[in-house]
């Protein structure tokens, strides 16, 4: 196991390049994609989850290894129940946010990057909720957070980087939100939330990057 640790850092020491200098700027658009669903074998129930989300987000390298960045998102988010063939439950959740990162790179290869992006945002949201097409909830919340993720990045010989966050490794959450029924009642909320992510679950929950490096 040693030896598949010190192997990247050997590999590292003897090219002795540096793609990336202090000061250099970067700019990305990112694809998130989410995913999932399950049915029963037995009867006509099923679950299903489709989020998508597009974001820009603008750095600056602080060192040749570490860059902060500040982003603006925007997600989709639908999900349905059906616990009959008769019945359908819909959420649908709108989002946009705005967040700052700091990501610490660690070299694979050449070219290649594992990245640590440490994160702190907030995301101001509206939910609704439908039985059959008729509205039974609607929902608006404001949270704040921050996680820790794990990802890749590449750098091309033309300036462009491809990058591939895998998921929440771990963060916290408070959210406040604000419900009014179809039949007039109102309710408020507060919760606190830790949450930590699993690797083997990354790839229903990644974010694509593409973006062009200034130097």
Known sequence: MRKLVVLPLLLVSFFGYTQFQKNDRLLTGYVDLSTNKTSSVS??????????????????????????????TFNHNITKQNPTSTIENKQVRNAIGVGFAHTILTPLAQRVYLSFPFSLGTTISRFESKTNNQVANKANNFSIGASATIGIVYLTKKKWVFSANMGSLAGIRFDHGKTSSSAGNETKSNSFNVFGGALGTAFNNMSIGVGYLIK
């Open 43 to 72: 009867s006509a129930a099923s679950n299903s989850n489709f989020g998508t989300g597009f974001s820009v987000s603008a750095s600056k390298f602080i060192t040749d290894r570490k860059f902060n960045s500040l982003t603006l």
